[in-house]
Nanobody
């Protein structure tokens, strides 16, 4: 299984970026795919998640209304459209896939340890 994130870069405050994550190696029909981010010296933080088969999605409060998660089943790709970027959005962004199983705790989608597969991160830097 491979998850490949891309699309990061340097952008000014208020600007936009679109991250992509290409997933390969297995079917993700019973998975949630998500974006996490991790700043220097900080813990990995949940950003957004989407159910691969149904498309239901969720966001952290810090990005709600500014970021939009989507996926393209035909190309096995997930996206994160990031608008109105702020300096505090500066982080390395990771995509992850977690299998939906009955033994996972309620609210597991925000917990990095519950994800089975991770891609390498892509750096997003928002300059003020």
């Amino acid at each position: 299984v491979q998850l490949q994130a891309s699309g990061g870069g340097l952008v000014q405050v208020g600007g936009s970026l679109r991250l992509s994550c290409v997933a390969s190696g297995r079917s993700f029909n019973q998975h949630v795919l998500a974006w996490f981010r991790q700043g220097p010296g900080k813990e990995r933080e949940y950003v957004s998640a989407i159910v691969w088969s149904g498309g239901s999605s969720w966001y952290s409060e810090s990005v709600k209304g500014r970021f939009t998660i989507s996926r393209d089943i035909n190309t096995n790709s997930m996206y994160l459209q990031m608008d109105s970027l702020k300096p505090e959005d500066t982080s390395v962004y990771f995509c992850a896939a977690g299998q939906i199983t009955a033994d996972k705790p309620i609210g597991w989608i925000v917990k990095p340890d519950e994800y089975d597969f991770w891609g390498r991160g892509t750096q997003v830097t928002v300059s003020s």
